[in-house]
């Protein structure tokens, strides 16, 4: 089991950035995948962003596609949510997501590990 935890979050007028982290508790992550996923308020969990740690491929949901960047830094077993750009539309619990595979899965259903999630309110 994968323990993980995000921070990061906060309130950012619209146009503004954020960068999320993610710190993993695991022994060796060449196997695995990490994801984003985000909640809005009222609303189902949604995918945003997914890497490979083996291979640093990525997977980007059509709605964060040249705003968002997810990254990770192998030595220090960190994921990263680099958010540019941002829009109300983006305010939501976000949530950091592990699976043991190399599967680029973008349901939550993929991921068998999650954060407690960090909040990010974009204001107009």
């Known amino acids: 089991q994968v323990q993980l935890v995000e921070s990061g979050g906060g309130l950012v007028q619209a146009g503004g950035s954020l960068r999320l982290s993610c710190a993993a508790s695991?022994?060796?992550?060449?196997?695995?995948?990490t994801g984003w996923f985000r909640q809005p308020p009222g609303k189902e969990r949604e995918f945003v962003a997914t890497?490979?740690?083996?291979?640093?491929?990525?997977v980007y949901a059509d709605s964060v596609k040249g705003r968002f960047t997810i990254s990770r830094d192998n030595n220090r077993k960190m994921v990263y949510l680099q958010m540019n750009s941002l829009k109300p539309e983006d305010t939501a619990v976000y949530y950091c997501?592990?699976?043991?595979?190399?599967?680029?899965?973008?349901?939550?259903?993929?991921?068998?590990?999650w954060g407690q999630g960090t909040q990010v309110t974009v204001s107009s």
């Open positions: 890497i490979r740690w083996s291979s640093g491929s990525t």
């Open positions: 997501a592990a699976a043991a595979t190399v599967r680029l899965g973008v349901m939550a259903g993929d991921y068998s590990d």
């Open positions: 695991v022994s060796t992550f060449s196997t695995y995948t």
